[in-house]
């Protein structure tokens, strides 16, 4: 990890905090969609979707941290 705050660029926290906020939204909107949504296709979709999306996030998430730790 970076030794102190200032080796973090303001390029790379706009990024990471971008990319953390969209897959946690996908994943509060797909849990949403599961308990609330109902069972038509449209939803189900929809939901696959965010699910898709915030594994993604995911692994950007982790790729991200590893290349900074590099």
Sequence with gaps: MPENKSDLSPR???I????????????IL???LAVFGGE?????????????????GFGAIV???GAKVM
């Design 16 to 27: 990471f905090s971008t990319v953390t906020v969209l897959t946690m939204l996908s994943l």
């Design 40 to 56: 038509t296709e449209q939803v189900r979709a929809a939901a696959e979707a965010c699910s898709t999306t915030y594994k993604m």
């Design 30 to 32: 797909s849990v949403l």
């Design 63 to 65: 790729g991200l941290v």
């Design 12 to 14: 790379f926290k706009l």
